[in-house]
């Protein structure tokens, strides 16, 4: 059955985020009034930045607290330690968690330095985690260019779990600039699974530019199919695009 994803298209990222940042926004402190915590799915990459810096002047400027927030993270890389400069744990605390009132012990990433043979557990304890926070209420994807979410490249499961991936050639080619060259870039990461991803109750996958047009594009209205990871938001029932001109413009619908 081919079923298209919902996609809405925006002006700019800004006014794509500040639409998702205002329905975060919204779950956050419907929850809090009824006495419950958020659980945030996250993502790392240059697609959200705009999304955390409105969700860091919704905190400055119109009180919203993360007090009663638990974050997840979609992946680390493995062989990272969290204060290397390019760990997702230093990105995260640097575009989003240092200016924010989310406590540090409501943080959760993958670990990049888990001996090898306690990789499994770790996986195991993360997937039971995110369990036991309640699931996760908002998941906020990005999209690469070989269709993956999290780090489920082509060939990856719908049903994967949280696990130990090989990063894709195209993949590293896009992290090399920040590595100072592809000689830097890991080879492997621990990613939340399809299946994990898919778990999440609402699901926001953000996309901006020309670059990201014919992956949107076969992800959207292609075939479901696990040479496209994001694909998969085609069999979830509240997964939404949200796009800029740019990313939609390959789009037929
Ligand atoms: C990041 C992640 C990846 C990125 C994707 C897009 O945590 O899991 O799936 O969302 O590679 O990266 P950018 O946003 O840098 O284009």
């Given at each position: 059955?081919?079923?298209?994803?919902?996609?809405?298209?925006?002006?700019?990222?800004?006014?794509?985020?500040?639409?998702?940042?205002?329905?975060?926004a919204?779950?956050?402190?419907?929850?809090?009034?009824?006495?419950?915590?958020?659980?945030?799915?996250?993502?790392?990459?240059?697609?959200?930045?705009?999304?955390?810096?409105?969700?860091?002047?919704?905190?400055?400027?119109?009180?919203?607290?993360?007090?009663?927030?638990?974050?997840?993270?979609?992946?680390?890389?493995?062989?990272?330690?969290?204060?290397?400069?390019?760990?997702?744990?230093?990105?995260?605390?640097?575009?989003?968690?240092?200016?924010?009132?989310?406590?540090?012990?409501?943080?959760?990433?993958?670990?990049?330095?888990?001996?090898?043979?306690?990789?499994?557990?770790?996986?195991?304890?993360?997937?039971a985690?995110?369990?036991?926070?309640?699931?996760?209420?908002?998941?906020?994807?990005?999209?690469?260019?070989?269709?993956h979410?999290?780090?489920?490249?082509?060939?990856?499961?719908?049903?994967?779990?949280?696990?130990?991936?090989?990063?894709?050639?195209?993949?590293?080619?896009?992290?090399?600039?920040?590595?100072?060259?592809?000689?830097n870039?890991?080879?492997?990461?621990?990613t939340?699974?399809?299946?994990?991803?898919?778990?999440?109750?609402?699901?926001?996958?953000?996309?901006?530019?020309?670059?990201?047009?014919?992956?949107?594009?076969?992800?959207?209205?292609?075939?479901?199919?696990?040479?496209?990871?994001?694909?998969?938001?085609?069999?979830?029932?509240?997964?939404?695009?949200?796009?800029?001109?740019?990313?939609?413009?390959?789009?037929?619908?």
């Amino acid at each position: 059955m081919v079923k298209s994803s919902p996609f809405v298209v925006f002006e700019s990222p800004e006014a794509a985020c500040k639409q998702v940042a205002s329905e975060i926004a919204q779950i956050i402190r419907k929850r809090a009034s009824l006495g419950r915590s958020t659980v945030l799915g996250l993502a790392t990459g240059s697609t959200p930045i705009p999304l955390y810096q409105e969700l860091i002047r919704l905190h400055r400027e119109e009180n919203l607290s993360f007090a009663n927030v638990v974050t997840f993270n979609l992946d680390e890389y493995l062989g990272l330690d969290r204060d290397h400069p390019e760990s997702y744990w230093t990105f995260m605390h640097r575009n989003l968690f240092d200016h924010i009132d989310l406590l540090p012990e409501n943080i959760h990433l993958p670990s990049g330095m888990v001996p090898a043979d306690e990789i499994s557990a770790h996986c195991a304890g993360y997937e039971a985690a995110i369990v036991r926070a309640g699931g996760i209420d908002m998941q906020i994807l990005g999209i690469g260019r070989t269709g993956h979410i999290g780090f489920n490249e082509p060939g990856t499961p719908i049903d994967s779990r949280t696990q130990r991936v090989h990063l894709n050639e195209i993949t590293r080619q896009d992290a090399a600039p920040a590595f100072g060259g592809i000689e830097n870039v890991p080879t492997q990461a621990i990613t939340m699974g399809c299946g994990t991803i898919l778990a999440a109750r609402r699901i926001a996958l953000l996309a901006w530019g020309e670059k990201k047009a014919e992956i949107v594009r076969e992800a959207i209205e292609g075939i479901i199919t696990d040479r496209v990871s994001a694909s998969f938001l085609q069999t979830h029932r509240d997964a939404t695009y949200f796009l800029d001109k740019e990313s939609a413009s390959a789009l037929h619908l």
